[in-house]
Structure formats: structure tokens, C-alpha cells
């Protein structure tokens, strides 16, 4: 099986994969500090309570925009797996796709990838809206070229601004109203429906600029974890593929060994 992993700013994710199926899926904060030694203790027990062991794994790609994370998950593919990771980006796992940005290097390997996935699914122009720490939109040409974007704070990292720039304010969860009505009555209320509805707004503008910009038929793919926060209260979303950075991972690994 292949062991594929998206290491993120706030969470890593690992998923174990059978062909083309995701069996497994785990999440855990990203911790640069963290050792190879420790993900092994913590993975293997986690293949244990789905009855396997450490030997069903026989190959692991890694995309990372974290370098700091990168070592260590090498160290975790070598010293627990006995293989070398792939990292999707180098020389011996290329994107396969152009990047038609100013500076290659510095786009993250999630959007790429999200790109390769996205454009493997879904015919002509695309709009990938990944919602992570950062919201990022990104755009991928009819050709499945990676064409550029928009990066924009995610809405927990907006909340945590408001929370810590306003001594008064209360921390709350994000979550969807309860209403559609955008007047609160109390402060809590009032926060969830600026920090809510406004990023509703925010993509709903920020989409519709980019369909302007491209001037042809798009269609806007949502993945991330909150992506299905604001599907119920947008029409924006065309399609919402929550696994899209490990479709992606899946679709290089597979083209890397034929």
C-alpha cells in the first residue's frame, strides 16, 4: 500500500491507500519539533486498531509546505517503511503540469497538486478554493496549467485576529448561523455573522472577479477542511472534494511508477 502525506501549516494528514482507494485517513498537528520516531509510535498504533502492521506500507510520497517537517517524515519513510519517500515537486517526481506564475518555486505543493487532482476530475477551466490556514483560489487553465491565484487569511486565522486584537470580544467556534439574518442581537451573535457571512461574501466576490478575469465557462471546485462550512450557504461551489491533495498525491505517485 502507499503511505500518502500532506503536511500542512496546521495539520498533517496521512492516508493509506489501496490502489485507488483511501482505506485510512489520520490527521495531526503539525509540529516541526516532532520526531520521526514519534509519528512511528503514533502511526502504528493507529495501523494496529485497523488491523495492520507497519509492513502493508511499501512506498510513501510526501508533499510538504512546511520544510521544516520535511526531515523528519523522510526519517519516518526510511528508519519505520525501509523505503525513500517520494516529494512531489523534486527532480524525481516532477509537478508534470506548467506553472505560469512570475516565481515556480515558491507556489505551494498543495495548490499544485490540488491542480493536477482538479484538472484529472473536472474538463476545461478550473477554480480551486482550498480552505486551510490560508484560503487559497486558484486558478487552472483548460490545459490543467497551474495559471495563478489568490491567497487570502483563513477564516479561523480572521477570528483569531478579531479575538486577540479586541480585549473584550470572546473566543467562539466558527459554524454556520442559525439564520440567515445578518443584525444581531448580542455580541457573540454579531461576531459569527461578520466573521461568517463576510467571508461568504469575500469568496462569492473574489469568484466572481475571477470569472470576469478568465472570461470563459469555469467551474469552482471546493476541498479543504471547511469546505463543506460554506457550501450550504453558497452557489458558488460547482463540486466539493474534500480529498483532493491525496487525489493528487495518488495521481503522481501512480504516473512516477507506471
Same mark, same amino acid.
Given at each position: 500500500m502507499l503511505l500518502a502525506i $500532506? %503536511?500542512?501549516?496546521?495539520?498533517?494528514?496521512? %492516508? =493509506?491507500? @489501496?490502489? @485507488?482507494?483511501?482505506?485510512?485517513?489520520?490527521?495531526? %498537528?503539525?509540529?516541526?519539533?516532532?520526531? %520521526? $520516531?514519534?509519528?512511528?509510535?503514533? =502511526?502504528?498504533? =493507529? =495501523?494496529?486498531?485497523?488491523?495492520? @502492521?507497519r509492513s502493508v506500507v511499501e512506498a510513501v510520497i510526501i508533499a510538504t509546505v512546511v520544510p521544516r517537517a520535511l526531515h523528519n517524515l523522510e526519517v519516518l519513510a526510511s528508519k519505520y517503511f525501509g523505503v525513500d519517500a517520494l516529494i512531489a515537486g523534486r527532480d524525481e517526481l516532477p509537478w508534470g503540469i506548467g506553472l505560469l506564475v512570475d516565481e515556480p518555486k515558491t507556489v505551494g505543493a498543495d495548490r499544485v497538486i490540488n491542480a493536477i487532482a482538479a484538472h484529472a476530475s473536472h474538463a476545461g477551466d478550473l477554480i480551486v478554493i482550498d480552505f486551510g490556514t490560508a484560503t487559497t483560489f486558484d486558478h487552472v487553465d483548460a490545459q490543467g496549467n497551474y495559471a495563478g491565484g489568490i491567497i487570502a487569511p483563513g477564516i479561523n486565522l480572521s477570528l483569531d485576529a478579531l479575538v486577540a486584537a479586541a480585549a473584550k470580544l470572546p473566543r467562539i467556534a466558527i459554524r454556520a448561523p442559525d439564520t440567515n439574518k445578518v443584525i444581531g442581537i448580542n455580541t457573540e451573535d454579531q461576531m459569527l455573522i461578520g466573521v461568517y457571512w463576510g467571508y461568504i461574501a469575500m469568496i462569492e466576490g473574489l469568484v466572481a472577479r475571477m470569472k470576469k478575469e478568465i472570461g470563459r465557462p469555469v467551474q469552482v471546485i471546493g476541498t479543504g477542511g471547511l469546505a463543506t462550512l460554506f457550501e450550504q450557504h453558497s452557489p458558488v461551489f460547482d463540486a466539493i472534494e474534500s480529498d483532493l491533495t491525496i487525489r493528487g498525491l495518488i495521481i503522481m505517485y501512480q504516473r512516477r511508477t507506471g
Open positions: $500532506d %503536511a500542512g501549516n496546521t495539520n498533517i494528514v496521512f %492516508a =493509506l491507500i @489501496d490502489g @485507488d482507494e483511501i482505506v485510512e485517513r489520520w490527521r495531526i %498537528a503539525t509540529d516541526p519539533k516532532r520526531t %520521526a $520516531d514519534e509519528y512511528a509510535v503514533w =502511526l502504528n498504533q =493507529l =495501523l494496529i486498531l485497523g488491523g495492520r @502492521d
